[in-house]
């Protein structure tokens, strides 16, 4: 029992260590950070809400950074959605593993 959760927990490891890195080359570049103001962000489609908690989380140090549509589309943090399936089934696979096991 304890074997078949070893080698789930290998199997995770595994698969995520050959997931995408989290720096992966996304194929385009932004521009670089600089300060908003909450009329700006209102100007880019945020609600006065939103763009009030961006103003206070930049005065906190966080950088914004204006994605167009299209680099928003490709912008996926590295991991393909075929990759997430992938993750989605290992994880259902351990669960079970260990229901079994018990």
């Known amino acids: ?11 995770t490891l595994a698969l995520s260590a050959t997931a995408a890195p989290a720096f992966a080359d996304t194929g385009f570049r932004t521009p670089a950070a600089q300060t908003f103001s909450a009329s700006d962000l209102q100007n880019y ?3 006065a809400d939103a763009a009030q908690r961006a103003v206070q989380l930049q005065s906190q140090g966080y950088q914004i950074k204006m994605l167009t549509p299209a680099e928003a589309a490709q912008y996926q943090a590295g991991i393909t959605d075929n990759q997430w399936i992938w993750l989605g089934i290992l994880v259902g696979v351990v669960v079970i593993a260990v229901a ?3």
Do not use: I
Request: aromatic letters at 0%.
């Open 45 to 47: 489609g945020l609600s």
């Open 100 to 102: 079994v096991s018990n």
């Open 1 to 11: 029992m304890k074997s078949v959760v070893a080698g789930a927990v290998a199997l």
